[in-house]
């Protein structure tokens, strides 16, 4: 899947709620115009959307920079089944 690069991040701590340890891809894409009874949006340009992302590959995305095209591979998250995870650059 080709996606518009932001930036990857892997956060890890101690919150109030207990320690917390996360990876994401951070793409950008397109604004939605919403149109209906209860809401108008009108947008223009992009917006940040957040992918999980397995920790074992944030490094192959350190010579990326802000805005470059990236293939990456997508696939099920074996944590959650429910959601996808992003499994590294296609090659």
Do not use: W
């Amino acid at each position: 899947m080709k996606v518009t690069y932001m930036g990857v991040m892997h956060a890890r701590g101690n919150g109030k709620k207990g320690p917390y340890d996360f990876c994401q891809l951070k793409v950008c894409v397109p604004m939605r115009n919403v149109s209906n009874e209860n809401r108008q949006v009108v947008a223009y340009g992009g917006e940040e959307q957040s992918i999980d992302l397995d920790p074992h590959v944030i490094h192959q995305f350190k010579d990326f920079a802000m805005g470059d095209q990236v293939d990456v591979e997508i696939g099920p998250n074996p944590a959650n089944f429910q959601r996808n995870i992003c499994t590294g650059l296609v090659k």
